[in-house]
């Protein structure tokens, strides 16, 4: 028996209206449907009035939400695709984002953001959106990487009195699978050594943790002992593990799937810079997507990633220095 | 309206003497609407998000003077401490949420108060409303606001106070549609026209309007078809607006037809109304100098923090 990463989300999402009556869910086609990718399949059955279809109207979803939190409610609004939450922009950046800031109320929304890319899906069905939110005060970004952190993650934003962009794989959600729903718990704003090494530092999240781990296994022939920082969320970033590996390894890589202007692993190289030039014993490197819209057809998307082989690649030359 | 009037009148001359830090953005004209709305409305119960100038709405349905001067004056005993001003505030605790400055955006946020009092079982008998002005009806957030809030049949009264101009684009260049109010119907829902300028019209299609939504019968379009009498804002003098629009009926000012509305009526003699008015401006005085009095926020003692989270975050 085995549980899939999207199967720990529809699970959290089952436990959180089993247990919370605040919370509900509104997305489109989740009702009766299931949802695009079947997060919410049976859900609409088991908790009627619950689970909601809605129009697609990406800013008034966020807007319902964000009225339904100020009267105590705990909404998770599942995009379609994360892509499409650039139509949600303003409700989550204007409204959502600076409403405790302004008025000492927190508003407590989960925004489900199925994210990155898959074969043949294009350049509107792919998108990384985690470093544009996390740019903005006032909101969560976390970025599950395991089946057991897509479970207790979504929880937990739930349970956080702050609007959390939750974004989740749609790579992982059929390829992830793990023996049990419940892993090395940890809460949000804590990242988790994914792979010890002590020669360089990849610091990533959400997939690209495993294409991290892969090109570790596959420097390990040549000597090479890689250790893998899985972020687990990029707002807050636990910037402490980050430090204290680059402390151990004297390296460091931050690896990302979005594009390559600015985005997290800017924000992890300028930081370790500036907080641990002295840990540094090489440049620091950052490898991400293309600066290109993500393109349509596997061969050019494969390329358009970072995969194993530019990772150890990006890896070689770190430890070449 | 008539205590917003002398509200606004204050402000403006805070503003131009030099004491208001950002704008100042007044509802002249715009009262009669305004206050009807907020009149109809029933404080602890009902929602209601107030836009840029309804500062008659928002007295009317119970802020205080103090939270207006407050905020405009910059005190950090204002509802927002400093951290945002003039307009943009409110008490979402109070069912009157804090405006943002992008228009159309507090459509889809009164239906989603509505629809959570109805998952609570707290909705009958309630209702949620909000103003835009004509220039909001062309954005996205309005339209997929007011199509939602008809497709989940929420208790729901829009006013759109149609003052002719979008800061300064008239509505040659906003819609092309010969009354706003025939949108209703592509929605839908009811829609109204009223004139903006006669407070015992407005006063009844509103009261008309809320009943019908408070009653079951969904969202209620209201379109107040005035003349906004001053600029965009008190930096703004407004001189695009054409002499014709200004001595046109709807360039007749709301509170001065109130008035006469009121003695025509025998709601009010005019001694009584006078002597309203200067109790209503020993109040605002007195709103105005306490918020001078009062300290404006530290930077040192600001806590810089824009989530309410402690991290790491361990549930309890």
Same mark, same amino acid.
């Not at chain 2, 008659?56 to 119970?62: I, L, S």
């Not at chain 2, 020993?282 to 009062?294: D, F, I, P, S």
């Given at each position: ?321 | ?186 929605? +839908?829902? #009811? ?9 015992? !019209?407005? $006063?009844?299609? =509103?009261? @008309? /309007? &809320? ?54 009526? +025998?709601? #009010? ?9 200067? !109790?209503? $401006?020993?109040? =605002?005085? @007195? /709103? &105005? ?28």
């Amino acid at each position: 028996m085995s549980v899939t990463y999207i199967d720990a989300i529809r699970e959290a999402q089952e436990k959180l209206l089993r247990e919370d009556d605040r919370v509900f869910l509104y997305g489109q086609d989740i009702a009766s449907f299931g949802g695009a990718f079947k997060a919410t399949k049976g859900l609409a059955d088991a908790f009627p009035n619950r689970v909601f279809d809605c129009p697609i109207s990406e800013d008034a979803m966020i807007g319902l939400a964000v009225g339904a939190a100020i009267e105590g409610m705990r909404p998770i609004i599942e995009m379609q695709f994360a892509d499409f939450s650039s139509v949600a922009f303003n409700q989550i950046v204007n409204q959502a984002a600076t409403h405790f800031y302004r008025t000492g109320m927190p508003i407590p929304i989960t925004v489900r953001l199925p994210s990155g890319g898959t074969p043949g899906s294009g350049p509107f069905h792919s998108q990384s959106m985690e470093g544009i939110y996390a740019q903005y005060p006032g909101l969560v970004v976390v970025t599950p990487a395991t089946v057991s952190d897509a479970y207790h993650m979504l929880i937990d934003s739930v349970k956080l009195d702050d609007p959390v962009l939750y974004c989740e794989h749609k790579f992982l959600y059929r390829w992830l699978k793990s023996k049990s729903i419940n892993g090395d718990y940890l809460p949000i704003g804590q990242a988790r050594i994914a792979r010890p090494g002590k020669h360089a530092t990849v610091v990533t999240y959400s997939a690209m943790v495993h294409e991290a781990v892969r090109a570790a296994d596959r420097l390990q022939a040549d000597g090479w002992e890689i250790e893998v920082v899985d972020l687990r969320s990029v707002k807050p970033l636990d910037l402490d593990t980050v430090l204290a590996s680059v402390a151990r390894t004297g390296r460091l890589l931050a690896l990302g799937e979005a594009f390559p202007w600015g985005g997290v692993t800017s924000e992890i190289v300028s930081r370790v810079t500036e907080e641990g030039f002295h840990l540094l014993d090489a440049p620091p490197q950052r490898l991400n997507a293309r600066d290109t819209p993500v393109p349509y057809h596997p061969k050019l998307w494969a390329a358009h990633r970072p995969t194993p082989e530019s990772i150890c690649e990006a890896l070689r030359k770190l430890l070449s220095f | 309206m008539l205590k917003a009037r002398i509200l606004e009148n204050k402000l403006s001359s805070l503003y131009k003497a030099g004491k208001i830090v950002g704008g100042v953005y007044l509802g002249k004209g715009q009262e009669a609407i305004s206050g009807s709305l907020g009149a109809a409305l029933v404080q602890g119960k009902d929602c209601f998000a107030p836009l840029i100038r309804d500062q008659a709405g928002r007295t009317a349905f119970g802020e205080s003077l103090l939270d207006c001067t407050r905020t405009y004056l910059g005190s950090v005993e204002g509802p927002m401490k400093g951290r945002d001003g003039n307009i943009h505030r409110g008490r979402p605790e109070m069912g009157m949420p804090a405006m943002i400055s992008h228009l159309g955006a507090q459509v889809p946020l009164i239906a989603g108060m509505l629809f959570a009092k109805r998952l609570k079982g707290t909705l009958e008998g309630c209702v949620g409303a909000t103003s835009v002005g004509d220039g909001a009806t062309s954005t996205g957030a309005f339209h997929e606001g007011l199509n939602l809030a008809a497709v989940e049949k929420l208790p729901m009264v829009v006013v759109v106070a149609n003052n002719q101009f979008a800061y300064s684009t008239p509505n040659t260049r906003q819609f092309a549609c010969a009354d706003l109010a025939e949108r209703a119907k592509g929605y +839908g829902i #009811a829609g109204f026209s009223v004139d903006g300028t006669d407070l015992l !019209e407005c $006063a009844k299609v =509103v009261r @008309k /309007a &809320v009943k019908r939504a408070r009653e079951g019968g969904g969202p209620q379009m209201i379109v107040a078809n005035l003349l906004r009498l001053s600029g965009h804002g008190e930096h703004d003098d407004g001189s695009y607006v054409p002499s014709n629009a200004k001595a046109g009926h709807y360039g007749r000012d709301c509170v001065e037809v109130a008035t006469q509305q009121m003695v025509d009526g +025998g709601y #009010a003699t005019v001694d009584e109304i006078l002597a309203w008015q200067e !109790e209503m $401006a020993a109040e =605002v005085q @007195k /709103a &105005v100098a306490q918020a001078q009095q009062e300290a404006a926020p530290d930077p040192y003692k600001e806590d810089w923090t824009a989530l309410s989270t402690k991290f790491p975050f361990i549930p309890s």
